[in-house]
């Protein structure tokens, strides 16, 4: 294992180095803005049986418990600031170094921190739409229901109202999913941040990335079962690891120490 101070470098020299730079992020990258994760000790399974509260088919067959889970939620939720890790990639996107965010969390932290290009793999809270007629409703219309606990009702038909989330069982938007992959595979560099990869098939975009030909960097305060992929895994937390790795490519392309040679005037 290399010295801390080398990883971050050589983390920042494979940026650099990247033509197209593609991150993953997972539910590690918004606990420290004070959202569990689900997997980790004291995360959201550990309160909430997933298979009671959060399938597909529980949500058909009692709604109830849904959103009884999510009025622990949604205060969080609303609370939450995008912390330094979202506003690092934030920040990369404008350095030209972040093409786009692949994102499983549904907690709309990169945009509010700046980032423009976000794919949301397991959809948004954001928005729900009637089950009974599709009707869409904003957050807004639907904010006070799931603060409560209750069920929202369509403003249509009162049918029940489902979050744009995708729940365990459900399929994902497939264009998303396939503009997920594509750039995957059009990559050079993918960044892969507090992922557990345990859930698919996010899981399986960083061995796309791996398998046409693009480095992979881990950032996670844990391993991961697709550690043997990495080519550098930054162990640490997220908010504290990628503003490092920003400040470092920034030093590295803005403090002189990467040129492509000196041409001098013949009068010098
Ligand atoms: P997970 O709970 O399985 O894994 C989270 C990963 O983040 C773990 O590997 C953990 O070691 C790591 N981690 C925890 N704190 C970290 C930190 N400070 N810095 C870096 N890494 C850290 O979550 P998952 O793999 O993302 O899958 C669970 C699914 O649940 C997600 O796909 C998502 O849809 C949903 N979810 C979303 C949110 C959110 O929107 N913020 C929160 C929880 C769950």
Redesign the pocket.
């Known amino acids: 294992m290399g010295k801390k101070d080398d990883i971050i470098e050589r983390a920042a020299r494979m940026i650099d180095a990247a033509r197209k730079v593609v991150t993953l992020t997972?539910?590690?990258?918004?606990?420290?803005s004070g959202?569990?994760?689900?997997?980790?000790p004291g995360?959201?399974w550990t309160r909430y049986d997933p298979v009671v509260y959060a399938t597909f088919e529980s949500f058909i067959s009692d709604p109830s418990k849904f959103w009884e889970m999510a009025a622990d939620l949604h205060p969080l939720?609303e609370n939450a600031e995008p912390n330094p890790?979202h506003l690092a990639l934030a920040e990369l996107e404008r350095l030209g170094k972040c093409d786009a965010v692949i994102t499983?969390?549904?907690?709309h932290?990169h945009q509010r921190a700046g980032s423009t290009v976000v794919l949301e793999?397991?959809g948004t809270y954001r928005t729900g739409t009637c089950l009974a007629c599709r009707k869409q409703h904003t957050y807004e219309q639907i904010k006070v229901s799931a603060f409560q606990g209750e069920i929202p009702r369509c403003l249509s038909c009162g049918g029940v109202v489902k979050p744009d989330?995708?729940l365990f069982g459900e399929p994902l938007n497939a264009s998303v999913l396939q503009r997920s992959n594509e750039l995957a595979s059009e990559c050079d560099l993918m960044l892969v941040?507090?992922?557990?990869?345990?859930?698919y098939p996010?899981a399986s975009i960083p061995t796309y990335a791996k398998r046409a030909g693009a480095n992979i960097i881990f950032?996670?305060?844990?391993s991961?079962p697709y550690d043997p992929i990495a080519d550098l895994i930054l162990l640490?937390?997220?908010?504290e690891v990628l503003p490092k790795v920003v400040e470092e490519y920034k030093k590295i392309t803005t403090g002189g120490r990467r040129h492509f040679g000196i041409w001098k005037s013949k009068d010098n």
């Open positions: 997972g539910a590690g990258i918004s606990v420290e959202i569990p994760d689900f997997r980790s995360g959201l939720l890790a499983q969390n549904i907690d932290l793999l397991h989330v995708v941040i507090g992922c557990g990869l345990e859930v996010a950032v996670n305060i844990a991961t640490g937390k997220a908010g």
